[in-house]
């Protein structure tokens, strides 16, 4: 019977634990559209017309409470970088640009991130 | 005198309880498992069709010279609501065509139509040309393609980018996205 119950409880906590992970795979996905969507902004600026340094922290993607992406924020960040994609202080003609969307782990213990990266050139 | 043999009364009922009670919890996980499984399968299911009509639009606006629908610039002017269909100039072909994405039911699908007068058939024109007697052009469907399934809601706005929000709905299950999408040739 002990062995039988172990075995139940168990099985029953991997439910929970396979609906987390489902749910965490599909907010990522959803993450990184929201983070794509941030980078098209970017695609229509001039080398030159995007600013340098962190350009937003923790942002709310959505402010409508209402709205399924209320749970995202978003941290955006551009630097200068050299040729081997190390930060420099002076403008190498190298942009990267780092799109970061977090939330809040299904599971209520953590904050889940994706970070979307890409490099602009003069 | 012999002792008694076999069960009693009160035995029997004591197992067949226990028996019930056990029959009924492995009842229970079979219905939790199934259900949590069916769910699980529909999310994973919403998730990669959502991502992969996300691709296949993005390719086409890449590419695309022109869209002709006219989009409003936001999502929010009751006045001028997002569009929830999204015709463009295709931009991976040499002939002139076009690219509609337009939603039946729960389906999406991208239909590739071409423009021509009856006069010259094999000409294509523009979508909004006229003919000399003020005569719009006649349509020719190339392609009408099945993109994804489970479509509740799909609607486009922004001029470029292009945003896209996407929810699609399986049994419970509700999948909702969004993105913006730069036409480099725009």
Do not use: C
């Not at chain 2, 489970?150 to 049994?171: A, M, R, W």
């Amino acid at each position: 019977m002990t062995v039988l119950a172990i075995g139940i409880l168990g099985l029953l906590r991997a439910f929970p634990q396979a609906t987390t992970a489902e749910r965490t795979l599909e907010l990522e996905a959803v993450a990184n559209h929201l983070a794509q969507e941030k980078m098209e902004s970017f695609q229509s600026l001039a080398y030159e017309d995007i600013a340098v340094g962190m350009l937003e922290s923790g942002v709310r993607v959505d402010t409508d409470t209402a709205s399924p992406f209320f749970i995202f924020t978003r941290t955006t960040s551009v630097s200068y970088v050299d040729q081997n994609l190390a930060e420099s202080p002076a403008d190498l003609n190298l942009k990267r640009i780092t799109i970061t969307i977090s939330w809040p782990h299904p599971a209520g213990t953590d904050t889940s991130t994706a970070t979307l990266v890409t490099i602009r050139s003069k | 005198m012999k002792p008694p043999r076999g069960f009693t009364l009160f035995e029997i009922l004591i197992a067949m309880a226990i028996s019930v009670t056990l029959l009924g919890v492995l009842f229970s996980i079979y219905t939790l498992s199934a259900k949590s499984l069916s769910a699980g399968q529909a999310r994973a299911e919403l998730t990669q069709t959502s991502r992969s009509i996300m691709e296949r639009i993005t390719r086409d606006i890449r590419e695309t010279k022109n869209v002709v629908s006219g989009l409003p610039p936001g999502a929010l002017d009751p006045l001028n609501p997002p569009l929830e269909e999204l015709m463009l100039e295709d931009g991976h072909s040499e002939t002139l065509q076009y690219i509609r994405y337009y939603r039946d039911g729960g389906d999406l699908y991208r239909q590739i139509r071409q423009y021509y007068f009856p006069e010259e058939p094999q000409i294509m024109v523009p979508h909004n040309a006229e003919d000399e007697f003020g005569n719009e052009p006649e349509i020719s469907i190339i392609e009408n393609h099945l993109v994804g399934q489970y479509i509740s809601e799909i609607i486009f706005y922004g001029q470029n980018p292009v945003s896209l929000k996407l929810t699609l709905e399986k049994e419970t299950i509700i999948h909702e996205t969004r993105t913006a999408l730069y036409g480099r040739n725009l």
